[in-house]
Nanobody, 113 residues
Framework: QVQLVESGGGLVQPGGSLRLSCAASGDIFRLSTMGWYRQAPGKQRELVAYITSGGSTNYADSVKGRFTISRDNAKNTVYLQMNSLKPEDTAVYYC???????WGQGTQVTVSS
């Protein structure tokens, strides 16, 4: 079992930036594809981005060119750099470890003036 702890959420104005972090326990992190998902009120949880153990990445069309996912295997941490934030990016953001089918507790991101 992998435990995931997200941090870095908050309130930001449109056009601003935030960096989310997800710290993972366990050796499986290095072998696992890691993903960021989000869920807005009244909507289904959706994939934002994922990164494989080898560093390949994939993004939802809605965030391409604005968000960047990265990982530091030495720190067992995956990041989501979010730039040019829009009100529609407001959601709870969750970290997911594909190899362990484990979710973090989520961190709230609110984009509002």
């Amino acid at each position: 079992q992998v435990q995931l702890v997200e941090s870095g959420g908050g309130l930001v104005q449109p056009g601003g930036s935030l960096r989310l972090s997800c710290a993972a326990s366990g050796d499986i992190f290095r072998l696992s594809t890691m993903g960021w998902y989000r869920q807005a009120p009244g909507k289904q949880r959706e994939l934002v981005a994922y990164i494989t153990s080898g560093g390949s990445t994939n993004y939802a069309d809605s965030v391409k060119g604005r968000f960047t996912i990265s990982r530091d295997n030495a720190k067992n941490t995956v990041y989501l750099q979010m730039n040019s934030l829009k009100p529609e990016d407001t959601a709870v953001y969750y970290c997911y470890a594909y190899g362990a089918n484990s979710w973090g507790q989520g961190t709230q991101v609110t984009v509002s003036s």
